[in-house]
């Protein structure tokens, strides 16, 4: 059995979940189309790994401070259908795992990801699997996405001394800085993004940004000339 359900951030309720064999996710602003739940099913019969790290796709027409946006594909039709945007943002997230003795949610954590390491630390496996989560918040207006984005920056910026934040968790604390207009405390996340891995070009773009908000341009326009820079490189590489 697949126990589908709509999360808020009351986090002991998750504990009560674990009467089942499989968990699936999900806030309440988001979904998964209906042609790719035959691939869940798949995968739990196949029972090879503990967990599964899924697409997501965040749908906004917002380009401005983000550099893994996409434009729409035209995979999900009857899902773009609804949609008054123009793409999403291209991530991944593990949201579907096996139900075992010692994978439990860490409650001081808030937000989803915290499971992946009880997995790891119970010996379990993870593997990317081809299954989208869509998240149709976009479709609730602009309020509730600024209210949405406000609430994660303060998720995250709670959680910096519990755990090493992922560099798209950092990101989300950059934009959040941005919008605050503290671009100095953009600026200071940005390099520890950048120490770990240097051609991570999302925080190339977002150093630009803070450096324009600084009226610093020349640092501003280094920054964009390393985006080129990797860009050249990966193309290289592929073709």
Not at 116 to 128: E, F, M, P, V, W
Not at 157 to 172: D, G, T
Not at 210 to 226: D, G, H, M, P, W
Request: charge should be positive.
């Amino acid at each position: 059995m697949v126990l589908v359900k709509v999360i808020s951030f009351f986090l002991f309720h998750r504990q009560f979940l674990f009467f089942l064999s499989w968990i699936l996710s999900i806030d309440a602003d988001e979904t998964i189309a209906r042609c790719d739940l035959p691939k869940i099913e798949k995968v739990i019969k196949n029972n090879s790994f503990s967990g599964y790290i899924l697409k997501s796709r965040v749908h906004t027409s917002v380009q401005e401070t983000v550099m893994d946006w996409r434009p729409l594909d035209g995979s999900y039709p009857q899902g773009e259908k609804r949609l008054k945007t123009g793409g999403f943002l291209d991530n991944r997230v593990l949201r579907l795992f096996r139900r075992e003795k010692n994978i439990l949610y860490d409650e001081r954590i808030q937000g989803h990801e915290n499971i992946r390491d009880a997995i790891l630390k119970s010996g379990g496996t993870i593997q990317n699997v081809d299954i989208t989560l869509h998240d149709y918040g976009c479709l609730k207006g602009n309020a509730y996405t600024l209210r949405k984005q406000k609430e994660y920056f303060r998720i995250d910026l709670s959680e910096v001394p519990l755990r090493r934040l992922k560099e798209y968790q950092l990101r989300n604390l950059v934009i959040g800085y941005l919008n605050q207009k503290a671009p100095d405390k953009a600026l200071h996340l940005l390099r520890r993004i950048l120490k770990r891995n240097k051609e991570y070009i999302p925080a190339h773009y977002l150093s630009a940004i803070a450096y324009r908000e600084k009226v610093c341009f020349k640092q501003a326009i280094t920054c964009l000339k390393n985006i080129f820079r990797i860009k050249k490189i990966i193309w290289m590489l592929s073709g």
